[in-house]
């Protein structure tokens, strides 16, 4: 069990390392003026997107779910693993919509300003900070 828990830690910071650069390169795209710069933003969000985002949102997946199985009524009589499997399901459609928009870079199609993404940038560490209390302290 260790051995899970170990590997969904490690996929959760490396999924947690894209979904919080991937919005920054966003700010930075929103920002760009010239063609050269959006054309190497659109590889670097689509690198980072489908090599290490996504595959590490898969990984952090299946290790949490082979974590619950190991005493899933357990866990799922407490308030606080409902309260983490919202936030991951939060997270997991914010994780989607970062895809949308590196659609939506790549067609040239953005109308939002860096300030948006500035902003959109901080919804992850809020959901982190949450999870990693309710995992840690289980307050209820």
């Known amino acids: ?9 490690i996929s959760l910071v490396c999924w947690f390392a894209g979904i919080f650069y991937l919005p920054r ?5 929103a920002a760009c003026e010239d063609e050269p710069g959006r054309e190497r933003f659109k590889i670097m969000e ?7 985002t996504t595959p ?7 290790f949490g779910v082979w974590l619950i199985s190991y005493n899933a009524s357990g866990y799922f009589s407490q308030g606080w693993m409902h309260a983490k499997l ?4 939060i997270l997991i459609v914010y994780h989607f ?3 949308h928009l590196v659609k939506v870079f790549r067609d040239d199609q953005n ?18 900070l ?3 209390i309710l995992a840690v302290v289980k307050p209820f």
């Open 1 to 9: 069990m260790l051995w899970v828990k170990a590997f969904h830690i």
């Open 25 to 29: 390169l966003f700010v930075y795209h």
């Open 97 to 99: 919509y970062c895809g």
């Open 56 to 62: 590490s949102m898969v990984a952090t997946f299946v």
């Open 130 to 132: 949450a999870v990693v």
């Open 86 to 89: 919202l936030l991951v399901a």
């Open 46 to 52: 689509r690198k980072l997107y489908r090599g290490i």
């Open 111 to 128: 109308t939002r300003s860096h300030v948006f993404y500035r902003w959109f940038n901080e919804l992850p560490v809020l959901i982190l």
